[in-house]
Antibody, heavy 118, light 107 residues
Framework: QVQLQQWGAGLLKPSETLSLTCAVYGGSFSGYYWSWIRQPPGKGLEWIGEIHDSGSTNYNPSLKSRVTMSVDASKNQFSLKLSSVTAADTALYYC????????????WGQGTLVTVSS | DIQMTQSPSTLSASVGDRVTITCRASQSISRWLAWYQQKPGKAPKLLIHKASSLESGVPSRFSGGGSGTEFTLTISSLQHDDFATYYCQQYNTYPYTFGQGTKLEIK
């Protein structure tokens, strides 16, 4: 059973870079699709992007200029960086994983609340 | 981007009721649709993928249907544990997009 555990800084100032990491426990790390989703307080879900084990990425165009995703297979981890954050980036950030492109992601991290405030 | 529209936004129902939530896509997504359940303070839980395939461990009172642009999530007999917010998501075309959510409340 795959489990995801995520961490990262929870309080940022405007213009700083958000950095989150998600560690994968159980199951095989290779071949998966690793994604990030966020949820502003009291609002709905927004898909940020996805990276495949091969290294190929797909980002939401609304965030593409500021997003970088990466995978570290040696540590069974994947990461999200979002640069030049503003208050609009305040949200609960989730990492998620799916084995096949035919599925929605069944595996989710616990979520990390990131607040951007001066 | 493909727009996903759920209806209703809020649904009041009682234990034992049969309820249906609708999700419409702004263009055809074939059957590449997932349904999630989210409870306060928790990560979304995948219920259904590929429009109608039930995830392992999800009760059989949940069912999904549809294809193209119109999809449904039906709960055949509501249980206390089912009161939550439900989201649809298309994964046919990047960027993947979610519906705005349907909050299922106790009447």
């Amino acid at each position: 059973q795959v489990q995801l555990q995520q961490w990262g800084a929870g309080l940022l100032k405007p213009s700083e870079t958000l950095s989150l990491t998600c560690a994968v426990y159980g199951g095989s790390f290779s071949g998966y699709y690793w994604s990030w989703i966020r949820q502003p307080p009291g609002k709905g879900l927004e898909w940020i992007g996805e990276i495949h084990d091969s290294g190929s990425t797909n980002y939401n165009p609304s965030l593409k200029s500021r997003v970088t995703m990466s995978v570290d297979a040696s540590k069974n981890q994947f990461s999200l960086k979002l640069s030049s954050v503003t208050a609009a980036d305040t949200a609960l950030y989730y990492c998620a994983a799916r084995v096949s492109w035919t599925d929605g992601p069944p595996y989710w991290g616990q979520g990390t609340l990131v607040t951007v405030s001066s | 981007d493909i727009q996903m529209t759920q209806s209703p936004s809020t649904l009041s129902a009682s234990v034992g009721d049969r309820v249906t939530i609708t999700c419409r896509a702004s263009q055809s997504i074939s059957r590449w649709l997932a349904w999630y359940q989210q409870k306060p303070g928790k990560a979304p839980k995948l219920l259904i993928h590929k429009a109608s395939s039930l995830e392992s461990g999800v009760p059989s009172r949940f069912s999904g249907g549809g294809s193209g642009t119109e999809f449904t999530l039906t709960i055949s007999s509501l249980q206390h544990d089912d009161f939550a917010t439900y989201y649809c998501q298309q994964y046919n075309t990047y960027p993947y997009t979610f519906g705005q959510g349907t909050k299922l409340e106790i009447k």
